[in-house]
């Protein structure tokens, strides 16, 4: 039986955007609906949008988002009180609607996606986007790191099947949390080149921080320890002495940001590159147009879709030779790898792509072609495959 109505939670959903799962979420929750599939999305409001709404299709039901946090522990109680807010509005939504399926996003409400799953009395299946064990590199002995990662293994193994967007993290997953990995789908992050169009002016934008002679080095992401920045950070010092005329960009922010320029005044490497602080997507993906090489450096990375991103918008990209990268940038022909948390070996392959451009321009042409393969609309076609198989899960009337 194929599921026709649909119930996704997630704890961001556009307008509110804290990363990469409020992309996805829209991106997937608009394809199935291109799929004749009937998508309800219950997310956290931003004390702006409606409470309801139809986007592109989408119906989107939002709570009240708790009291901002304050620390650690106040945020696991900010967790609790959305996912708690979230059950009350599921069942509500119940008792007008039945639903075929309960679909949840990462840790951050899974008791509101088990708790749904139940009373609605339908299957309840679970995307891992990231781990905290990956996240801290398996420390997770102390609290509330124990805490976040005993709520993702609960999840893993309560809930009807699991989704990783790599074949990494289904071996990952499949291992710290003990599951048979034939229970876990791989379907990958996908991209939207009409989603990537500029709108800034390039020419201008590019004046602000590059002169024309000059070679630009993009880093995007959340600073955060486990991205990686503090190793490209490492390595710039000795290709510009070796290069010369090349700047860098920091486009992000987080909890090493301070951390990150300290370290970048102690390089030397205040005055051959900005810190640009959270960006907007569109300002994001003019910044992919005028670089000369995007850098993703991560030590922890479950897919790696700014690498997809820098690809999709014509610019070299060097990644990490690690995690789900290693299945965005598979060969050399489409990007580089470089050994992970090797500052050197990072060096190395910047300065190979800095300093020739028919490399830089092969690169160019068969990325511009790989990327295809990360389709939205095949996403979503995997992605029902996988709601149909839970079909006959369903059981008896709805418990609201």
Known sequence: MAATRILILSWEYPPLIEGGLARHVRKLSEQLVQRDVEVHVLTRGDGVSPIEQEMVGVHVHRVSEPRKPADLDEFLSWIEQMNGDMVAAGIELGARMSFDLVHGHDWLVATAGEELSRRLRCPWVVTIHATEYGRHQGWVDKHPQSHIHGVETWMANRAD?????????????????????????????????????????????????????????????????????????????????????????????????????????????????????????????????????????????????????????????????????????????????????????????????????????????????????????????QTVAVYGELGELRRGPLAV
């Open 161 to 381: 099947a699991v989704i990783t967007c790599s074949h990494y993290m289904r071996d990952h997953v499949s291992d710290i949390y003990g599951l048979d990995d034939q229970r876990v789908a791989v379907i990958p992050n996908g991209i939207d080149p009409l989603d990537l169009q500029p709108v800034e002016d390039l020419d201008a934008l590019r004046a602000r921080f590059a002169a024309p002679h000059e070679r630009l080095v993009l880093l995007v992401g959340r600073l955060v320890y486990e991205k990686g920045f503090q190793i490209a950070l490492e390595a710039l010092p000795g290709v510009i002495e070796r290069l010369g005329d090349v700047r860098f960009l920091v486009a992000g922010s987080g909890t090493a940001e301070t951390e990150l320029r300290e370290q970048a005044e102690a390089l030397g490497l205040l005055d051959h590159g900005t810190f640009m602080g959270w960006i907007g997507d569109d300002v994001l993906h003019s910044l992919y147009r005028i670089a000369d090489l995007t850098v993703v450096p991560s030590i922890y990375e479950p897919f790696g879709l700014v690498a997809l991103e820098a690809m999709a918008s014509g610019c070299p990209t060097i990644v990490a030779d690690t995690g789900g990268l290693r299945e965005v940038v598979p060969n050399e022909e489409v990007g580089l790898r470089f050994r992970s948390r090797d500052p050197r070996s990072l060096a190395t392959m910047m300065e190979r792509v800095l300093s020739d451009g028919a490399l830089r321009d092969r690169l160019i042409a068969e990325a511009s072609e790989h990327v295809l393969r990360f389709d939205w609309a095949d996403i979503a076609r």
